[in-house]
Every structure is written in C-alpha cells, then in structure tokens.
C-alpha cells in the first residue's frame, strides 16, 4: 500500500512543479509562497477545527509537540524559499533532476539513523538514479548552466538538502503523530511564518525595488496538488514496513511529469539526451518498485 502511495505523491508532485514554475515566472516569489501557504492552511484546517470541537488532546498530550511540528514547519520553508527562486530562473529539465538527487541524501541519512537496508534490485534502482543524475547534470553545462558560476543551481542544491532534512524529519514525526495533525499543524505554521515574514520584508524594503505581485489561478493550484501529495506522502511513512529511503526515490519520480511538460510544452532543450535520461531514471524507479514487493 505505502508503494502505491508514494506513486501517487510523484504524479501529485509533478503536477505541482508546473503550477509552481507557472505561478513564479514574472512574479514575486516570497507573495506567491505565502499565498501557498495560506492556501495550504486553509485546505487542511478542518482538521485542526475537528479537533477543538471534538475535544480531542492535541498529539495525546506531548508537551513538546509543537515545537517539534514548528521545526518541521521552519525546515519545510527554508527548502521552498531556497526551490522557488531556483525554478523561477532555472528550466524545469534542470531543477527536476536537481531536486532528484535528494534521495541520494535521504539514503544514507535513513541508513544511518533508521538502520534501513536495500535488497539487490533497490540497490540497482538508486544505481541507474546516480547515473541518471550524473547524465542530466552534464546536459546542464552543455545548456550553459554550470555549478560554478550560476547562483540559483546553488540555491536549489540548497533546496535539495533541505528536503532531505526534511525528509528524514518526517520519518521521526510520523512515527508519534498523525499524519493528518502533522500536516495541519505544520501548515498553519507555515502560513504564520511567511505572513510575519512578508510584512517585516515590507517594511524595510522600498516598494520601488521589489518585483511585483500578481495572482494568477495557477497559485491555488499550487497548494491542492501540494497537499494532496504530501498526504499521500505522510500516510505511505505511516505504513508499516514504510522505507523512507524507497518512498523518497519513487517520489523524485515527479520529475519525469515536470520534464514532460518541459519538453512538450516549454520546449526546452535537448529533447533527445533528456529522453534517454529519463528512460533510465524509470528504469531505476521500476527496480525499487519490485525490489519492495
């Protein structure tokens, strides 16, 4: 179940990657974040509302809940603040097998800390996902985008490790709390965060020097598909025998929806060399899919 789960986070994933890199180009990116968030918040609060009206003890009465969702919350932001100015300068073919290469890092953090181990087929699976990533990242220079010299690849490697922090978070939350209050709360406080954020950037910022706000409906979108996924995503961690290390290489398949539309739609570059990328990318997502049977 936690595998089909996981599959669905990727589609929802992708998804989201569009209406993200729509919503962001010619925008201001820190408004389109809280509106994000806003909207993030308000999907998930009839869960927060349930819980008061019912009576219920908020994460059964855990004194450092809270916190512990708070940083979840500040973990979560750095990770988008960091992703969504990369994907505003940067083409979708990039950033996606960027943000591909966070499995890599949730690998050996769920080894590391949760004692995970892979059996052969898994193991050949994030195989073809190193090369897969070595590959696009020498598609990248050949498009002018090389690490050494393009700030916003840095920015979205950032982004990356951030997700993994997080990541590895989530396997630690979930295995105390909900996945419905973790996502609830975590949501507000996200929401909270940015609207203190936004209005302290207002105040010292001259208005004359910030790109402008527009609200475009693909902002909405941003945060159903958003959900969606991670609900998806916090539900497959709360399934027994959950590896976070699989869940986190199946959900990087989202990268193969954001590369079709790149392709497709954005008519972005190396059309050719990209499909090979991505038939070994699926590969590899296929061998940890039946090495998890």
Known sequence: MWIILAILSALMLGIYDIFKKLSVNGNNVLSVLFYNTLFCALLMSPVIIT???QGNTV???DNFAHFKILTKSFIVLSAWVLGYFSIKHLPLTITGPISATRPVLVLLGAMLIFGERLNLLQWGGVALGFVSLFFISRIGAKEGFSIKHNKWLWLCIG???MGAISGLYDKHLLQQFE???VQAWYSLYQCIIMGITITIIKRLQ???SATPFHFKWTIPCIAIFLTIADLAYFYALSCDGAMISIISMIRRGSVIV???YGLS???EKNIKLKAI???ILLIGLTLLILGSQ
């Open 159 to 161: 982004s990356t490790i």
């Open 59 to 61: 994460f059964g009465g």
């Open 179 to 181: 996945p419905l209050q």
């Open 265 to 267: 739609i954005l008519k």
């Open 206 to 208: 001259h208005s004359d």
């Open 277 to 279: 990328d991505l038939s």
């Open 51 to 53: 819980d008061f009206y």
């Open 258 to 260: 954001s590369f079709i």
